[in-house]
């Protein structure tokens, strides 16, 4: 049984009934040219139910038993019971995206068996406009989102012709990563010293770990635009005790809209979706009479694979001021952009091991949510989580079947009531909302806020119409 790492561990430790901890997607497919959604449901169900093999990520769940060693070891099961794991669903009528949304909320609200592989695909057809929905969940102690965006593509063509598509986890997708390279040989000695190299320079970033920590705590001091980690954000209503259920907001917007924004101040993708974000937020809090004088603060989760094509869990993080007591726009977004600048500046001075170990004590106070009382009583040390995981560039296809839309669908916790995340597919910004359904009313309403700060910032960039 192979061990399990603190940061695989860390999310089924902070799981519970009202704290789920799977991330999941939703993706939206248009049938091929001659195809029903019917045709095309039932080619995804019968591909995905036909795969020969699964790969180990798909066969891997908590040692047993699951309640004593389940958060200290992995295990593998041989005989996978896929009809468990792919359901094929039915929208009510009318089939609006009202009732999609609705069934992805409720099917997030439910934990996954720790008895099995963490994971179900649910194939969804019953759209009154004739596209298929594919949602997918899996347990954040298995992928971040980074590595399950990757996964997704890695399945996907960019040809429309292409009739390759198999199940997600087949593993002969392995053999199409993008950069297929064989490593060099090497020697025996160079394989020795290169491992004993490797263990050497990670000591000596745990080493020098109290020195970066003494770095960031005199940055904090001296530059005003550093959101400090260990420093108190205001109390919110996102900063509260949660239920179970879930309620999941989706849409998209034109890539060209943030891209102009951001050509035009001199900033980034990234910069203008927090901004976006930020507006939209303060919107919200107005409208539930919860804004509060200070602004919010949001952890910006960072990916640290790079281009390994590692899977797993390989995140950090840095804060970022939201400026919500500015009802400026423009020195909003000024606000946002000094404070995420001065992040990365900070995080790009660490070393890998470093960083990681960063983002793993920034995320640490989340482990104690679930004591009762310490939500009540603990300052939160930031309000949500905004997170922006890119993905393909170009059109997607999956057995000539277009990707339309991905949607994120993350994890709300303890102190966390909502969180944020989105990704760029082709020419579309894709925006996943997940909160909890009883604290948050009417958490729909954020996606007309979001559409405004947005046009905010185009008057702001002199953008647009």
């Known amino acids: 049984m192979p061990y399990m790492p603190i940061t695989e561990s860390m999310f089924l430790l902070a799981e519970n009934r009202e704290q789920p901890m799977h991330a999941g997607g939703l993706q939206l497919f248009i049938p091929r040219e001659g195809q029903s959604a019917t045709d095309l449901a039932t080619e995804i169900f019968e591909t995905f139910h036909s795969c020969p093999e699964i790969r180990p990520l798909f066969r891997k769940r908590p040692a047993s038993p699951a309640s004593l060693v389940g958060t200290l070891a992995w295990s593998f099961?041989?005989?996978?019971?896929?009809?468990?794991?792919?359901?094929?669903?039915?929208?009510?009528r009318p089939g609006r995206i009202r009732e999609l949304l609705r069934y992805v909320s409720l099917n997030h609200s439910a934990l996954l068996d720790r008895n099995r592989p963490m994971w179900e695909l649910h194939i969804i057809e019953g759209l009154d406009d004739g596209r298929v929905a594919v949602y997918t969940k899996i347990h954040h102690s298995l992928l971040?989102?980074?590595?399950?965006?990757?996964?997704?593509?890695?399945?996907?063509?960019?040809?429309?012709?292409?009739?390759?598509?198999?199940?997600w986890w087949d593993p002969a997708l392995m053999r199409r990563r993008r950069n297929p390279r064989a490593p060099k040989s090497v020697s025996a000695l160079e394989r020795i010293t290169g491992t004993a190299g490797q263990t050497l320079g990670a000591v000596g970033q745990v080493v020098g770990a109290p020195a970066a920590a003494a770095k960031i705590a005199w940055t904090a001091i001296t530059d005003d635009d550093f959101a400090a980690p260990f420093v108190p954000a205001p109390k919110t209503i996102l900063d509260v005790p949660i239920g179970s259920a879930r309620r999941f907001a989706a849409q998209q917007w034109p890539r060209?809209?943030?891209d102009a924004i951001g050509n035009s101040l001199g900033?980034?993708?990234?910069?203008?979706?927090v901004a976006t974000c930020a507006g939209a937020l303060r919107a919200y809090l107005i409208d539930q009479d919860a804004l509060p004088d200070r602004p919010l603060i949001a952890a910006l989760p960072v990916s640290m694979h790079g281009d390994s094509g590692r899977e797993g869990?390989?995140?950090t993080a840095i804060m970022a001021n939201?400026?919500?007591?500015?009802p400026d726009p423009e020195r909003r977004l000024d606000a946002v952009v000094a404070s995420?600048?001065?992040?990365?500046?900070?995080?790009?001075?660490l070393p890998t091991l470093q960083a990681l170990m960063f983002g793993a004590a920034t995320f640490a106070p989340l482990a104690l949510a679930p004591v009762p009382?310490?939500?009540?009583?603990?300052?939160?040390?930031?309000?949500?989580?905004?997170?922006?995981?890119?993905?393909?560039?170009?059109?997607?296809?999956?057995?000539?079947a277009r990707l339309d839309g991905c949607y994120p669908v993350s994890i709300a916790m303890h102190g966390q009531a909502m969180n944020i995340t989105l990704t760029t597919t082709g020419d579309q910004v894709n925006f996943g909302i997940i909160g909890a359904r009883k604290e948050l009313p009417s958490l729909q309403r954020i996606l007309t806020h979001l559409d405004s700060a947005l046009e905010d910032l185009e008057k702001v960039a002199g953008v647009g119409g």
């Open 77 to 92: 099961d041989d005989d996978i019971d896929v009809d468990y794991h792919v359901r094929r669903a039915a929208l009510p």
């Open 144 to 167: 971040d989102g980074v590595s399950a965006l990757r996964l997704l593509e890695n399945s996907l063509s960019p040809d429309p012709d292409d009739r390759s598509g198999t199940a």
């Open 256 to 258: 060209d809209r943030f």
């Open 267 to 273: 900033i980034t993708l990234n910069d203008v979706v």
């Open 313 to 315: 869990n390989a995140v």
């Open 322 to 326: 939201l400026a919500t007591d500015q």
């Open 340 to 349: 995420t600048r001065k992040a990365k500046q900070v995080i790009r001075g």
């Open 373 to 400: 009382g310490f939500v009540r009583t603990t300052p939160p040390q930031f309000n949500l989580l905004i997170s922006n995981v890119p993905g393909p560039s170009q059109p997607m296809y999956w057995n000539g």
